[in-house]
């Protein structure tokens, strides 16, 4: 079956310091990549909508320049908090969707586990 | 806009059946989803139910979709105590963008 592999899986920084998310499809190519936000017991937020080779599309409310997506490849894309802050501190989950073939659907990674202190 | 709501908790005793409750919005939505999410990890597809479907069984899970009152069910029949998580419905509409609840905590007591 469809696997999406998100690493890491837990970070801790400093505030100020910027912090990447990396999403990969392994055994599909994912023309669509989404990535959200938790928070403690709360449902998945949307941040952005990502697209191989094209800008991202981002949510209402999403600050573009704080939350930077690149989706380089089919297999590959990443999401990178820059100058983060204590209020960045949350679970950042993608998610890969395959258009077509047996993984058809949407597949998400484990999950990171972002602390800012 | 898209919306979807869930009963935020639901508490049943071992080998009962539980019924998750859902609904949703945006009666343009292809297919509807069921996902379970444990303790710090991401989210596992349970199962999905065409929009032009009624009803979806898969072992223990039985999926109900009432279109028209745009209503949405998951029943575990047997629940386990390994059942206990949170559990997500979506909905992806023409946007391919996946919507979610806002999740019902599952409590499974022995």
């Known amino acids: 079956g469809a696997v999406v592999s998100q690493h890491p899986s837990r970070v801790i920084c400093k505030s100020g310091t910027s912090v990447k998310i990396e999403c990969r499809s392994l055994d599909f190519q994912a023309t669509t990549m989404f990535w959200y936000r938790q928070f403690p017991k709360q449902s998945l937020m949307l941040m952005a909508t990502s697209n191989e080779g094209s800008k991202a599309t981002y949510e209402q409310g999403v600050e573009k320049d704080k939350f930077l997506i690149n989706h380089a490849s089919l297999t590959l894309s990443t999401l990178t908090v820059t100058s983060a802050h204590p209020e960045d501190s949350s679970f950042y989950i993608c998610?890969?969707?395959?258009?077509?073939?047996?993984?058809?659907?949407?597949?998400f990674g484990s999950g990171t586990r972002l602390t800012v202190v | 806009g898209e919306d979807v709501e869930q009963s935020l908790f639901l508490s049943v005793r071992e080998g009962d059946s539980s019924v998750i409750n859902c609904t949703y919005t945006?009666?343009?939505?292809?297919?509807l989803y069921w996902y379970k999410q444990e303790p710090g990890a991401g989210l596992q597809l349970l199962t999905y139910?065409?929009?032009?479907?009624d009803m979806k069984q898969d072992q223990r899970l039985t999926v109900l979709l009432n279109k028209k009152d745009k209503h949405l069910s998951l029943r575990i029949a047997d629940t386990q105590t390994g059942d206990s998580a949170i559990y997500f419905c979506?909905?992806?509409?023409?946007?391919?963008?996946?919507?979610f609840g806002s999740g019902t905590r599952l409590l499974v007591r022995p």
């Open positions: 979506a909905e992806s509409g023409s946007s391919y963008k996946l919507i």
């Open positions: 998610s890969a969707r395959a258009e077509a073939g047996p993984n058809y659907g949407y597949t």
């Open positions: 945006d009666s343009s939505s292809t297919y």
């Open positions: 139910i065409f929009s032009n479907m």
